[in-house]
């Protein structure tokens, strides 16, 4: 069990760190994906202030002490990028993106919201995996 833990957390800290970065380093597709209702002045602080979250979260997750809050605040943002999600697998030719694809990435949200929740809890008293504060 206790690798499992780890294993989770590896996986979300790798997402989320990885996503933060793409934010800065492919700007223009997050920008893209934007929902339209969103004013375009928006788009780029939007994309910048959710990729330094990300990478900071996913920091927040190494951390015992803040692990368990990393953990709900990256499940809220998740949950704050899935109109992104839900407007590209809704457009898929905006994107040139299989929307079988797209559905499967917004089915992954959900398990990548459980893979948080479980990976960044407390474990029962009698438990080998990582602590969190």
Do not use: C
Not at 7 to 28: K, P, R
Not at 30 to 42: A, E, N, S, T
Not at 70 to 90: D, R
């Amino acid at each position: 069990m206790r690798f499992l833990r780890y294993a989770g957390l590896f996986v979300v800290f790798a997402w989320f760190m990885l996503g933060g970065i793409g934010h800065f380093l492919n700007t223009e597709f997050f920008v893209r994906i934007m929902p339209p209702y969103i004013p375009y002045f928006l788009y780029k602080p939007l994309v910048f202030f959710s990729g330094v979250f990300e990478v900071l979260f996913a920091i927040g997750v190494l951390i015992p002490f803040f692990r368990k809050w990393a953990g709900y605040l990256l499940i809220a943002l998740t949950i704050a990028v899935t109109p992104a999600n839900v407007h590209m697998w809704l457009n898929p030719e905006l994107f040139d993106i299989d929307e079988n694809m797209l559905l499967l990435r917004l089915v992954f949200q959900l398990v990548l919201i459980g893979i948080i929740w479980w990976s960044t809890r407390v474990p029962p008293p009698n438990s080998q995996a990582p602590q969190s504060g």
